[in-house]
């Protein structure tokens, strides 16, 4: 079956600890997204990537960083200098196309910090 | 002024009638626009596409366009309960998606 995977589902840290969320895709897309939603808000944008090894800051990377060492693989790390992590977190990806830009998304993980 | 804009809601329909949710955008060259459901404690799901001013109908789902007025909409007919979600707008930006806070839709019975 195509498509994105995340994990894990639920995640619980303490405060100030480094914590890594997964995603992985085998839908063949070359970009992929991180979004961030918190309760009764829309997405907002961490980190995108379009090719490997190369990745851009969104709208609210602070405190957070990326990798794309693989085209399949996005992982997110949640940092200790993220003030407010608890959250549901979700990945997407997209292929690149001039015209469109249709995300898919991952079933998401929701962080909560204890 | 926020890049993408929808009336949060709730609207409340009964079962049968039309919803109809509306979404204006700040850039007015924005050429890309969708549409995503999202189910409570879910993700959101890629519902409708659009790119062209006009209607575009998908099942009993209408997107309408109107850059001039910088202004997209999407129609429900008939609605069902199972189309109670919240729905977000989403607006291409130069390589990503800006999105609205959403419109929560309560189907009644």
């Known amino acids: 079956d195509g498509g994105i995977t995340q994990s894990p589902k639920y995640l619980f840290r303490k405060e100030g600890q480094n914590v890594t969320l997964s995603c992985e895709q085998n839908?063949?897309?070359?970009?992929m997204y991180w979004y961030r939603q918190d309760p009764g808000q829309g997405l907002r944008l961490i980190y995108y990537?379009?090719?490997?090894?190369?990745?851009q800051k969104g709208d609210i990377a602070e405190g957070y960083s990326v990798s794309r060492e693989k085209k399949e693989s996005f992982p997110l790390t949640v940092t200790s200098a993220q003030k407010n992590p608890t959250a549901f977190y979700l990945c997407?990806?997209?292929?690149?196309?001039?015209?469109?830009?249709?995300?898919?998304f991952g079933p998401g993980t929701r962080l909560t910090v204890l | 002024q926020k890049e993408v804009e929808q009336n949060s809601g709730p609207l409340s329909v009964p079962e049968g009638a039309i919803a109809s949710l509306n979404c204006t955008y700040s850039?007015?060259?924005?050429?890309?626009f969708f549409w995503y459901r999202q189910y409570s404690g879910k993700s959101p799901e890629l519902i409708m596409s659009i790119y062209s001013n006009g209607d575009k109908e998908d099942g009993r789902f209408t997107a309408q366009l109107n850059k001039a007025s910088q202004y997209v909409s999407l129609l429900i007919r008939d609605s069902q309960p199972s189309d109670s979600a919240t729905y977000l707008c989403?607006?291409?930006?130069?390589?990503?998606?800006?999105f609205g806070a959403g419109t929560t839709v309560t189907v009644r019975a």
């Open positions: 839908l063949n897309h070359d970009a």
């Open positions: 997407a990806s997209s292929v690149l196309d001039r015209r469109g830009n249709e995300q898919f």
């Open positions: 989403a607006v291409k930006r130069v390589s990503e998606l800006s």
């Open positions: 990537s379009q090719i490997v090894n190369d990745f």
């Open positions: 850039d007015r060259g924005s050429q890309s």
